[in-house]
C-alpha cells in the first residue's frame, strides 16, 4: 500500500485485493513446507525420531495456546500447565479403568451410546468408562476454557504481574490436586492404562506415526486459528490490551470480556493438547504438569517470538528438537572430547540435564539483546521515498470527499451534553467541583484553564475512565454516569488523550481499526471461520480508516503499514483524532489536539477540526493556545482549582476579571488593560 | 499432648517459619516498592544464601551437626557467617540488577519479570549441576538446648531465629526511617520522577534495595539450613512463593506489612498444617494469595496498590 492519494472506497478495496494476491507466495512456500512435513515420518523410519516430533508437535500447539494469552493479550500467566493437566485428566478419567462405578441400569444408555461398557471384575459389576478419544478432544477444550474463565473472572482485572504470581499458584494447585485426589487421579502413581483413540476400527496403539500425523493436522488447525484471531477485530483487541488497556478501553474494547477470551481460549488449546499428549503416553501423572512445563513454554514463545504465530512454532521446534536430539549428540561428542584430553568434568558432564540452564540463559539474554525473538511479530516496512514524506501544511480544512462521521440523528435543540454538579476529589483534593455545563449540538466547546485546574480530570470523568465522587452526565437524553469506557463509546463519546496513548507496537491501520471495535461486530468463531459478513464488514472497516485517514493528505496515508511508534509527533496526534472518529462519534474530546505542532500544523487541524464540526461532530477540546480557542470555539469554559470560574464566547471570556486572575495572577490583573 | 500444648507447639514453630518468611518478604516488598517489579530471580538468591552460609562455616572448620559450640564462640560463628552470607548474597543481588534489570528499566510490559524468571533459572540451575540434587545435611552448631512449657518445646536455635529476625528488621526499619539513603528510598518508592528532581541518584537507589532485599534472603537461607537441618537447590520455590504471598498479605510495598504478613503465612502453615493436613497447605497458601488479591488488593495494612489505576 504506498499509493497517497487513494481515496475513493472502490479504489482502497482493489488495493487490498492485490495485496491478498500477492501473499500467494508465501501461501505456496507454507504448502511445500506442510508437505514435506507429511512426507517425514515415511523418509525417516527411525520410530524415536518420530516419536519426538509427535511431542515437540504437542508443545507447539501448547505454546500457540499460551502465545494467545501472552503474546496477543499479553497476560502473563506462568499457570498455563494447569490447563494442559485438566485436559490430559480430563480424557484419562473417562477412558480408563481409574473410576468404576457400581453398575446399574442408569448405565444402560450410556453402554448404548458407547460411552461406557459393561465390566465384570471379582465377581462385581462395574462401570468402565469409554468415551471416544475424538468426543473428548473438544470436551476437553471445554472443560479447560469453562476453568480459564472461572479462574481468570476474578484475577484478570489485577494488573499483570500480580496476574503472573496468582496464575503461578494456580499452576501449582491444579497438580497438588491431582496428587491428592487418587480416587480420581490415583495420586502421584499417576493414571494408567488411559486407552489410545480408534479411528475407523484402526487402533492407534504405541506407534508413532498416528500420533505425528494427528498432531500435525491439530497444529495446522490451530496455526490457522491463531493467524485469523490475530488478524481480526478480536485480535486487534487483544493486542491493544497489551499495548495499553486504557487506550483500549476508551476506544471501545471491554477489556476483562476480551482478557477472559483470550484465557478461556488459550485455555482450550491446553486441554486439547492434554488429551492429544495423554492418548499418545497412555498415562498422566501431576509431575507431568509443573511450574517448569509452564516455563519451558513461556521459553518457546520467548525465543520464537512473542506474539509472532510462526515464531512460537519455530522456537518451540528448535527447543524440543535441541532436547530430544541435539543435547544427546552434543553430550557424546563432550564426553568423547574428554576422553581423547583426559579433562575429567567434560567426561561426565550430561548436557540433557542442564537443558533448565539454557532455558534461563535463553530468556535473559533473548530479553536484554532481542526482546521480538527470531521472528518477531512485525517483519519491518518499506522506507517512504523522499516524495512520499514530503507534506506541506494546507488551510483549508478537510479535502477529501468524507460523509457524516456517525449515523445517528441528533435534536438539534436539546443538548448532546449535559453535566450537572459532577465532582471528584483525590483524597483531600477536589480535582472537579461541582461543575455544570451544556453542550449543544454542532457546537465546539473549549475548556480553558491554568495547569492542574482539572480539565483533564473532567474528561476522564465524561469518558468513564474515572468514576465522579458526584454529578450527573447526560449523554443525548441518557444518563451514563457510571457506565464503563467501552459503554460510553458505544454510545457515541470518543476522546484523545493529552500524552498521546497510541498502541505503540500496532500499524496505523490496526491503530485506527481499534477505534471500530464498537461499530462491528464479529466475534472469535466469525474470525476463525470468515463467512462473508465476515469478510464484509471487515473491508467495510478497513475502507473507512482510509476515509477517514484521508482527512489528513499524505500525512498517515503512505504510512498504513507502519507501527505507530515510528510516527512523528505531530502524526501521531492526527493518528489518535483518527482512531477517535472510526468509532463514529456524536460528540469528540479531543485533550490538547495540537500540543507539540508548529504553527502552520495547528492552523491546518484548527481548519480541520472545524471541517469535522460540518460532518455533524460536536467538539469539546482542551486546549492551552488561546489563538485556536478564538479561531475555532463557540463557547469557552474556565476552569480554575476544579470549579467553573467563567463561561462564554471567546471575547466575553477573555475580558473576564477572574479569568485574567487565575491565568496572570492578582498583580497583574491591577495592571491589565480596563476589562471594560 | 494437651490441645492447648498442642497449640502453643504450633504457635512456636509458625512464629519461626513466620520470621523466616518476613525476611524473605521485605526483598520482594522493597523492591515492588521502588520499581515495581515482582523479582522471581528472589527465590534463589534465598536458596543461594543458605548455601553460601553453610559454605562459609565449612570454610570455617565447622561441618556436620555433631559439633556444637557454646558461648563466644558460637555468637562469634553465627555472627561472622550471618554477616558474611548476607554480605554475598547482597552483593549477588546488586550484580543481578546491574547485568540484568538495569538495561530493561522502563520497558513496559512482561520484559523485566521474564528476566527475573530467567535469572531464578539460571541460579537454580547453576546451583543444581554444582552440589548435585540430594538435598544436604545442613552443618548446625547450635546447641541442643530447650525448654519445656507443658508438653510444648522450645529450643534454643527458635529463639536464636527469632533474635537474628527481629535484629535484621529493626536495623532495616532504623536504616530505611533514619538516613539518607533510607529517605532517598522512600521518595523513590514515593514518586521516582520527583526524587530524581531533586537529587536523588534512582540507580543507586534501586541497587540499594536490591543489596538490602538480597541480604535479608541470605540470612533467611541461613535459617532455613538452621531451623530444618538441611537445604537443597529446590527450596526456594516453595519459601519464594510462600513469603511472596506474605507481602502481598501485608500489603506490597509495605515495610511492616511484610513482617506482619510473614508471620501470619508462618502460623497459617503450621496451624494448617497440623490441624488440616499438610498436603493441603500449598493450597491454604495460594488460596489466601488468590482471596487478598481479589477482594483486599492492598492488603493487611495498604498502601501501594496492584490494580491500575
Known sequence: MSTPSIARPAGLIAGLKERARSEWGRRVGLLLLFLAA????????????????????????????????????????????????????????FSSYQVQPEWSSFWVPFEYLGLVAHNTANGRDL????????????????????????????????????????????????????????????????????????????????????????????????????????DSRVGRAWLAIREDEIAAEAMGVDRTRLKLLAFGIGAAFGGMTGTFYVAKLQTATPEMFGFP??????????????????????GTLILQLLQSWFLQDLTQWTHALGRMTGIGVLERVDLVQSIELIFGIILVVMMLYRRQGLIPERQSVKALSLDQQAATPSRGGIKVELGPIHRKTVDRNRPLLEVRGLSRSFGGIQAVKNLDLTVMPGSIVAVIGPNGSGKTTFFNLITGLMPPSGGKVTFAGEDITGLGPHQIVERGIARTF???????????????????????????????????????????????VLEVLGIFGNRLMPRIEHLARTLSYANRRRLEISRALVSEPQLLLLDEPTAGMNPTETLELTDQIRGLR???????????????????ADEVIVLDHGEKIAEGSPAEVQRNEEVLRAYLGRTATAGAPAAS | MSFQDLLLQQIINGVSLGAMYALL??????????????????????????????????????????????GLPLVGVLLVTLIATMLITGLLGVLIERVALRPLRGVAGTAPMITTIGLSYILFNVILLAVGADSKNYTNPLPRTHWEIGEAVLRLRELLLWGISIGLMVVLHYFVRGTKMGKAMQATAQDPEAARMMGVDVDRVVAMAFFLGSALAGAAGMIFGLYYNF??????????????????????????????????????ESLGGHFIAVRWTDVIIFSILVLVLVFRPTGLLGRAAPTKS
Open chain 1, 38 to 93: 507429511l512426507a517425514f515420518p515415511l523418509i525417516d523410519r527411525n520410530e524415536g525420531d518420530i516419536d519426538a516430533v509427535a511431542n515437540a508437535l504437542a508443545f507447539a500447539i501448547l505454546a500457540l495456546g499460551l502465545n494467545i494469552v501472552v503474546g496477543f493479550a499479553g497476560l502473563l500467566d506462568l499457570g498455563y500447565a494447569a490447563f494442559f493437566a485438566i485436559g490430559a485428566y480430563t480424557y484419562g478419567i
Open chain 1, 127 to 230: 462401570v468402565h468408562f469409554t468415551v471416544s478419544f475424538w468426543l473428548m478432544l473438544p470436551v476437553s477444550a471445554l472443560v479447560a476454557a469453562f476453568f480459564g474463565v472461572l479462574f481468570g473472572a476474578p484475577t484478570l482485572r489485577l494488573k499483570g504481574d500480580y496476574l503472573a504470581i496468582v496464575t503461578l499458584g494456580f499452576g501449582e494447585i491444579v497438580p497438588i490436586v491431582a496428587r491428592n485426589t487418587p480416587y480420581l487421579t490415583n495420586g502421584a502413581q499417576g493414571l494408567n492404562g488411559v486407552q489410545s483413540p480408534t479411528l475407523f476400527g484402526y487402533t492407534f496403539g504405541v506407534a508413532s506415526a498416528p500420533y505425528y500425523y494427528l498432531g500435525l493436522l491439530l497444529l495446522v488447525m490451530l496455526i490457522l486459528i491463531s493467524t485469523r484471531l490475530k
Open chain 1, 293 to 314: 512445563v509452564s516455563v519451558m513454554l513461556l521459553v518457546m514463545i520467548v525465543l520464537g517470538g512473542t506474539g509472532s504465530v510462526a515464531g512460537v512454532v519455530v
Open chain 1, 498 to 544: 493529552q500524552n498521546l496513548r497510541l498502541f505503540a507496537n500496532m500499524t496505523v491501520m490496526e491503530n485506527a481499526l481499534v477505534g471500530a471495535h464498537t461499530r462491528t461486530t464479529t466475534g472469535p468463531m466469525g474470525a476463525v471461520l470468515r463467512p462473508p459478513g465476515v469478510k464484509r464488514e471487515e473491508l467495510a472497516a478497513r475502507a473507512r
Open chain 1, 614 to 632: 460540518e460532518r455533524g461532530v460536536t467538539i469539546l477540546l482542551i486546549e492551552h493556545k488561546l489563538n485556536v480557542v478564538n479561531e475555532i
Open chain 2, 25 to 70: 518478604a521485605l526483598g520482594f516488598t522493597m523492591v515492588y516498592g521502588i520499581i515495581e517489579l515482582i523479582n522471581f530471580a528472589h527465590f534463589n538468591v534465598f536458596m543461594v544464601g543458605s548455601f553460601v552460609a553453610m559454605w562459609i562455616m565449612g570454610a570455617m572448620g565447622i561441618v556436620g551437626q555433631s559439633e556444637v559450640l557454646y
Open chain 2, 231 to 268: 537445604t537443597s537447590f529446590i527450596i526456594g520455590y516453595t519459601a519464594g512463593l510462600r513469603a511472596f504471598t506474605a507481602a502481598v498479605l501485608g500489603g506490597i510495598g509495605n515495610i511492616p506489612g511484610a513482617m506482619l504478613g510473614g508471620i501470619l503465612i508462618g502460623l497459617i
